[in-house]
């Protein structure tokens, strides 16, 4: 069964600084999906990766794909207070699993 | 505003009760997918259909069903309630699906509490 598991779960954070938090899934995907959520409100996708190198830059977040290693990441660079969030990764391996979430929270 | 709308916003309802959730897509968007959010189990994918054809079937219980209509709008319905189906229910959408890279827009959610 495929299972996705991110690391951290929570990450505090001072502004400024960058981070990187992990995503690794066991199996062979098709896909692989960053997403955002704020406290109470709904998702929003951030990055689809297809292949293995794959790389997508948005803002002060970039994402990576190394499908060898069965890894993605995703990047924060000098962290800013609007970013604090909870992401999510999600694999579509013939149906989509999500990794458990890691809360960000970036202090002032 | 991602132009996924989703009716109730909030739903509280008793235990072996029947409901639906109904999800309007983006216009032009030819894919719908359902997710249920819950502290208990975290986010999971139940289903998603193209065209009004089922495409992919995630974590969806027997209990619970969907479909797409012609319009492109998309109903779950969940029936038989337990507690445990307290959850937020998302809709999603994209242009595509399938094997695309193309985004998916989620909608604002509905809250269901079963009591």
């Known amino acids: 069964e495929l299972k996705v598991e991110q690391n951290p779960l929570f990450l505090s954070m001072q502004e400024g600084k960058n981070y990187t938090i992990y995503c690794n899934y066991s199996?062979?995907?098709?896909?692989l999906y960053w997403y955002r959520q704020d406290p109470g409100k709904s998702l929003e996708s951030l990055f689809v990766l297809l292949s293995n190198g794959a790389v997508k830059q948005e803002g002060r977040l970039m994402a990576s794909l190394d499908t060898k290693a069965r890894l993605s990441t995703l990047h924060i660079t000098a962290a800013v207070h609007d970013l604090s969030a909870t992401y999510f990764c999600a694999v579509d391996y013939d149906k989509i699993i999500f990794g458990k979430g890691t809360r960000l929270h970036i202090l002032p | 505003d991602s132009g996924v709308t989703q009716t109730p916003k909030h739903l509280i309802t008793a235990t072996g009760q029947r409901v639906t959730l109904r999800c309007s897509p983006r216009s032009g968007d030819l894919s719908v997918y359902w997710y249920q959010q819950s502290l208990d189990q975290g986010l999971q994918f139940l289903i998603q259909y193209y065209n009004g054809e089922e495409r992919a079937k995630g974590n969806i219980l027997e209990r619970f069903s969907a479909q797409q209509f012609p319009d492109l709008h998309s109903e779950l319905n969940l029936s038989s309630l337990e507690l445990g189906d307290s959850a937020l229910y998302f809709c999603?959408?994209?242009?595509?699906?399938?094997?695309?890279?193309?985004?998916?827009?989620f909608g604002p959610g509905t809250r269901l509490t079963v009591l």
């Open positions: 999603a959408s994209s242009a595509r699906g399938g094997t695309s890279t193309d985004t998916q827009y």
């Open positions: 199996t062979t995907s098709d896909r």
